[in-house]
């Protein structure tokens, strides 16, 4: 019997130790969710490089007391005052403005050799305290500080600059009008945002807004500088309608044009010189950080890493930067920022305001590049196809695949794939500039 | 409601503004570049004008490729011809009738087999 009560006992504390016993039912939503989005990612084949790390994210970040995201903790330990200025023979106050922490605990451990304590020193006014660690942080919690810091979103633009061929775009310089045109989604959203009853405070919807520049990295620095607070949905929200760009814009798109300006056959590019291209990161990096010094980070890396692969000279830090480096951030940045999409500050009415204004950002930018598009149709005399007004959105390159297909089926014999990638990496530089615009304006 | 209206405005003039600048001095650079190249390039194609009249002048001692050039686009259309005649033949085999080959007549498709190779090559990455 008492063998019995004891394997009883021991299997009731094993439940009340673990997760199961929690009644924590928004992390059961959200391991739910992330099984939607690793479903998404695996099958559907959705964003999956970034997709599944994030739903992994999640799926870990919400399993009761796995504890991969916990922050460290520290306990303040009362230093001995009258002892340590008794030893240093100083008052408490030269102690603090002339004496490091180093030489403060070398002083100390002199009068207690046995029980040194070797921790950073806290001030709270003229008291000191050793700030010693009682618990590390989680895993996550470590990698995250990558997020918080805006480390990774430019490294990953340093990837980006590895791989994008800004050729189309020199070759037609007017396609930063239509990359500017399509960031028109992040400005009427950020009014939306406002106007939503002060859900949100101007930073916040700013960092809403900003899904609207359909480009990941420059979501999660913007709300990493921010809205630290809101990284988790506005994350998800922004990759997961990247996702969505070819279910999203099509509509749009054809509801807004005609078939007769869908079909323009437009002039062929001419070739750029190779001299063009390597001077092109130099000047913009130049001339963006010149005028917006909170976009350098992230345009500043953008081109370093196009000049890596124009100069031709680095062949080396070329691939390692779109290869090797680009991964490493890519698992780090989409398992910490699925991390954050905790059950308990995900699950909130304000989520769902981020996802349907970030919705909407997506397709107002889609519209207001269409329509800059259809004012350039008519400015040129039909010499330009509105459709590729459309991948100004940035999405690179995704946005301008959809240009191509919708101008195919209006006429298969059109390719407007290359016409596009002139505003889809336009809007790239353009998000980016947004995103300095609104950190200076609200940072 | 005044905030909302200051950060709309200035993002979107910023914007578009930067983009603009960027669009001038893109365009101007653009145009300085290839008018610098071109010139050089006139040059150079002048420099060999001025190689291929000497050349002219010398006395011809090698074999001409031309003959061989002409032998190796024939050879190609046999081989071109020899495939056809096969997947016919396969399919005559194949359903119990016999064909003849009249004429072998190239199809266009509105754009040189350059052009697309171009586009394709061009477009793979994405």
Same mark, same amino acid.
């Not at chain 1, 590390?136 to 997020?147: C, I, K, N």
């Not at chain 1, 980006?160 to 070759?171: K, Q, R, S, V």
């Not at chain 1, 807004?256 to 990096?285: A, D, G, Y």
């Not at chain 2, 570049?33 to 194609?45: D, E, T």
């Given at each position: 019997?008492?063998?019995?009560?004891?394997?009883?006992?021991?299997?009731?504390?094993?439940?009340?130790?673990?997760?199961?016993?929690?009644?924590?039912?928004?992390?059961?939503?959200?391991?739910?969710?992330?099984?939607?989005?690793?479903?998404?990612?695996?099958? /559907?084949?959705?964003?999956?490089?970034?997709?599944?790390?994030?739903?992994?994210?999640?799926?870990?970040?919400?399993?009761?007391?796995?504890?991969?995201?916990?922050?460290?903790?520290?306990?303040?330990?009362?230093?001995?005052?009258?002892?340590?200025?008794?030893?240093?023979?100083?008052?408490?106050?030269?102690?603090?403005?002339?004496?490091? %922490?180093?030489?403060?605990?070398?002083?100390? %451990?002199?009068? &207690?050799?046995?029980?040194? &304590?070797?921790? +950073?020193?806290?001030?709270?006014?003229?008291?000191?305290?050793?700030?010693? +660690?009682?618990?590390?942080?989680?895993?996550?919690?470590?990698?995250?500080?990558?997020?918080?810091?805006?480390?990774?979103?430019?490294?990953?633009?340093?990837?980006?600059?590895?791989?994008?061929?800004?050729?189309?775009?020199?070759?037609?310089? /007017?396609?930063?009008?239509?990359?500017?045109?399509?960031?028109?989604?992040?400005?009427?959203?950020?009014?939306?945002?406002? $106007?939503?009853?002060?859900?949100?405070?101007?930073?916040?919807?700013?960092?809403?807004?900003?899904?609207?520049?359909?480009?990941?990295?420059?979501?999660?620095?913007?709300?990493?500088?921010?809205?630290?607070?809101?990284?988790?949905?506005?994350?998800?929200?922004?990759?997961?309608?990247?996702?969505?760009?070819?279910?999203?814009?099509?509509?749009?798109?054809?509801?807004?044009?005609?078939?007769?300006?869908?079909?323009?056959?437009?002039?062929? $590019?001419?070739?750029?010189?190779?001299?063009?291209?390597?001077?092109? +990161?130099?000047?913009?990096?130049?001339?963006?950080?010149?005028?917006?010094?909170?976009?350098?980070?992230?345009?500043?890396?953008?081109?370093?890493?196009?000049?890596?692969?124009?100069?031709?000279?680095?062949?080396?830090?070329?691939?390692?930067?779109?290869?090797?480096?680009?991964?490493?951030?890519?698992?780090?940045?989409?398992?910490?920022?699925?991390?954050?999409?905790?059950?308990?500050?995900?699950?909130?009415?304000?989520?769902?305001?981020?996802?349907?204004?970030?919705?909407?950002?997506?397709?107002?930018?889609?519209?207001?590049?269409?329509?800059?598009? /259809?004012?350039?149709?008519?400015?040129?005399?039909?010499?330009?196809?509105?459709?590729?007004?459309?991948?100004?959105?940035? %999405?690179?390159?995704?946005?301008?695949?959809?240009?191509?297909?919708?101008?195919?089926?209006?006429?298969?014999?059109?390719?407007?794939?290359? &016409?596009?990638?002139?505003?889809?990496?336009?809007?790239?530089?353009?998000?980016?500039?947004?995103?300095?615009?609104?950190?200076?304006?609200?940072? | 409601?005044?905030?909302?209206?200051?950060?709309? !405005?200035?993002? !979107?003039?910023?914007?578009?503004?930067?983009? *603009? !600048? !960027?669009?001038? *001095? *893109?365009?101007?650079?653009?145009?300085?570049?290839?008018?610098?190249?071109?010139?050089?390039?006139?040059?150079?194609?002048?420099?060999?004008?001025?190689?291929?009249? *000497?050349?002219?002048?010398?006395?011809?001692?090698?074999?001409? =490729?031309?003959?061989?050039?002409?032998?190796?686009?024939?050879?190609?259309?046999?081989?071109?011809?020899?495939?056809?005649?096969?997947?016919?033949?396969?399919?005559?085999?194949?359903?119990?009738?016999?064909?003849?080959?009249?004429? =072998?007549?190239?199809?266009?498709?509105?754009?040189? =087999?350059?052009?697309?190779?171009?586009?394709?090559?061009?477009?793979?990455?994405?």
């Amino acid at each position: 019997m008492g063998i019995f009560e004891g394997f009883g006992q021991a299997i009731t504390e094993l439940i009340n130790t673990s997760g199961l016993s929690l009644d924590y039912w928004q992390n059961y939503v959200m391991i739910g969710i992330s099984c939607i989005l690793l479903y998404l990612a695996i099958a /559907k084949k959705f964003e999956p490089l970034l997709l599944l790390p994030i739903a992994f994210g999640m799926l870990l970040a919400n399993l009761p007391l796995a504890g991969i995201m916990d922050v460290p903790k520290n306990e303040l330990i009362p230093i001995p005052v009258d002892e340590l200025c008794n030893a240093a023979n100083m008052s408490i106050e030269e102690i603090k403005n002339n004496l490091s %922490a180093t030489q403060i605990n070398d002083i100390l %451990a002199a009068l &207690h050799p046995e029980e040194s &304590h070797n921790y +950073p020193i806290v001030w709270q006014g003229l008291v000191p305290y050793w700030n010693q +660690p009682v618990q590390t942080g989680g895993l996550f919690y470590y990698l995250y500080q990558g997020v918080k810091l805006g480390i990774y979103p430019p490294l990953i633009f340093l990837g980006i600059g590895c791989m994008t061929d800004f050729g189309p775009l020199i070759a037609n310089p /007017k396609s930063f009008l239509l990359g500017a045109a399509a960031q028109l989604g992040i400005f009427t959203t950020f009014i939306g945002a406002k $106007l939503m009853g002060g859900m949100f405070t101007s930073a916040q919807a700013a960092s809403i807004a900003i899904i609207g520049g359909a480009d990941g990295p420059t979501a999660i620095y913007v709300t990493s500088k921010l809205a630290p607070e809101l990284l988790g949905p506005i994350a998800v929200a922004a990759y997961s309608y990247m996702a969505l760009v070819p279910i999203i814009q099509p509509p749009i798109m054809k509801l807004l044009t005609t078939k007769k300006e869908r079909s323009v056959v437009m002039k062929q $590019l001419r070739t750029v010189s190779k001299l063009e291209k390597i001077l092109f +990161p130099i000047i913009v990096t130049i001339i963006v950080s010149l005028l917006l010094p909170s976009a350098a980070p992230l345009v500043g890396m953008l081109m370093l890493g196009n000049l890596f692969r124009e100069s031709g000279v680095v062949d080396r830090l070329n691939k390692t930067a779109q290869n090797e480096l680009m991964n490493i951030i890519t698992i780090f940045l989409g398992i910490t920022v699925g991390a954050t999409a905790n059950g308990q500050t995900f699950l909130k009415l304000q989520t769902l305001g981020i996802i349907a204004l970030g919705l909407a950002a997506f397709m107002v930018g889609t519209a207001g590049g269409v329509l800059f598009g /259809k004012l350039m149709y008519v400015a040129t005399k039909g010499q330009v196809n509105p459709l590729i007004g459309s991948a100004g959105v940035s %999405a690179v390159p995704m946005a301008a695949r959809v240009s191509q297909k919708v101008g195919q089926q209006a006429n298969p014999a059109n390719f407007l794939l290359m &016409h596009a990638m002139g505003p889809n990496v336009a809007g790239v530089i353009g998000s980016a500039v947004a995103a300095g615009v609104l950190i200076a304006i609200l940072g | 409601m005044g905030d909302i209206a200051t950060v709309t !405005l200035t993002g !979107l003039v910023v914007v578009f503004a930067v983009l *603009i !600048l !960027l669009t001038f *001095i *893109i365009w101007i650079y653009g145009k300085t570049i290839n008018k610098a190249q071109s010139g050089s390039n006139n040059k150079k194609k002048a420099a060999g004008n001025e190689t291929v009249n *000497i050349s002219k002048n010398v006395p011809n001692s090698s074999p001409t =490729i031309i003959p061989s050039a002409v032998n190796t686009q024939q050879e190609d259309m046999d081989e071109i011809i020899a495939v056809i005649a096969s997947a016919v033949a396969s399919l005559g085999a194949s359903n119990g009738k016999t064909y003849s080959i009249r004429k =072998i007549r190239r199809v266009g498709t509105g754009r040189s =087999i350059w052009g697309m190779a171009g586009i394709m090559e061009n477009t793979r990455p994405f």
